[in-house]
């Protein structure tokens, strides 16, 4: 889809230099009703995995492949320790880094945190919020992780909010009243002038790591109401406001996911520690 609409886009551009008239760009992807619509995203947590040296190596080997990609919006998010050598490594190219967490005030004493400044001196464009892992092992609450994305937009840093339900939630039915509850909670006071700088990553907690993945058609049927409780929220807004799926998206599922008309990308764990699989996941992306 991207490149027939680059090489659409291409043709046009020469046809309207040609005959001097006003180009017309075709939006990268179409939503049903015809309008322009959401840039995909593929961001890569790579979680406590890589050390400095290791991190510098596997961002070295993702740009190799996909270094030059503009048409789908690429975010690796290596642990603080690697952030300063990898936003060296990625230089001037099109993809940009993200860290996993951040703590919500803007310095002082708060033994070994680290605040949104801090991040953006580190060229980081994105930060993870609210991730399963980090409610489930360090109890973060919806308050807590709504001040965190308060504090990252404040500062210019787009917020990647998760939310997703576990096993147990899911087969009790109150999947959406957990997901609602972290979308309402997550996003409280963001206002509609920055909402669509925000993007929200839908993680089923029982596909994390577990190899098992929604079916396309459950990733979109949550997808879908968490576009309706964004449109509660922000009105017409929320139409650009990106919803990843993350939970064992990987090379072989990717493209039935991202065809989805609500999945606008993919938040990826185990498949972006390797620079090829997290390249072909791109690939995919693009090829949509
Ligand atoms: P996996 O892709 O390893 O399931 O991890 C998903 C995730 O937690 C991304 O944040």
């Given at each position: 889809m991207?490149?027939?609409?680059a090489a659409?886009?291409?043709f046009?551009r ?5 005959f ?11 939503s049903?009703?015809m ?6 995203l593929?961001?890569?947590?790579w979680k406590?995995n890589?050390?400095?040296a290791?991190a ?6 993702i740009?190799?492949?996909i270094?030059?990609?503009t048409d789908?919006n690429?975010?690796?998010?290596p642990?603080f320790?690697a952030?300063?050598?990898?936003s060296?490594?990625l ?6 880094l993200?860290?996993?967490n951040?703590h ?5 004493a708060?033994?070994?945190?680290i605040?949104?400044?801090?991040l ?10 609210g991730?399963?892992e980090?409610?489930a092992?360090?109890k973060?609450?919806d308050e ?5 994305v308060?504090?990252a937009?404040h500062n210019k840093i787009?917020?990647?909010l998760?939310?997703g339900?576990?096993l147990e ?17 997550g ?9 669509e700088?925000?993007v ?8 994390i790591g577990?190899?098992k993945t929604?079916?396309?058609?459950m990733a979109?049927e949550v997808?879908?109401?968490?576009r309706?409780m964004?449109?509660?929220?922000f009105?017409?807004?929320?139409e650009?406001i990106?919803?990843l799926?993350?939970?064992s998206?990987?090379p072989?599922?990717?493209?039935e996911?991202?065809?989805?008309p609500?999945?606008d990308?993919g938040?990826?764990g185990?498949a972006?520690?390797?620079a090829?699989?997290?390249a072909e ?8």
């Open positions: 991207a490149e027939s609409c659409r886009n291409a046009w020469h046809f309207t230099t040609v001097h008239l006003t180009p017309f760009v075709f939006p990268l992807k179409l049903t009703t309008e322009k619509v959401r840039r995909t593929i961001a890569g947590n406590m890589k050390t400095a290791e510098e190596e596997l961002t070295r080997g740009l190799a492949e270094g030059k990609v789908v690429v975010v690796i998010c642990p320790t952030l300063e050598r990898v060296k490594v230089g001037n190219s099109t993809i940009q993200g860290a996993q951040m919500f005030e803007p310095s002082g708060f033994t070994g945190e605040s949104a400044e801090m953006r001196n580190s060229f980081c464009k994105f930060v993870i919020l991730h399963s980090r409610r092992y360090f973060e609450s807590l992780i709504n001040k965190k308060l504090s937009l787009k917020p990647i998760c939310v339900e576990t939630e899911r087969e009790k039915g109150k999947m959406l009243s957990v997901i609602k509850k972290q979308v309402l909670g996003l409280a006071e963001v206002s509609k002038e920055v909402a700088e925000v929200v990553a839908y993680e089923p907690v029982w596909a577990t190899g929604a079916t396309p058609e979109q997808h879908g109401a968490i309706k964004l449109a509660q929220l009105g017409p807004v929320s650009k990106r919803i799926y993350g939970g998206m990987k072989e599922n990717a493209k996911l991202l065809a989805q609500d999945i990308g938040l990826i185990g972006a520690l390797k090829s699989s997290f996941l791109v690939k995919i992306a693009l090829a949509q």
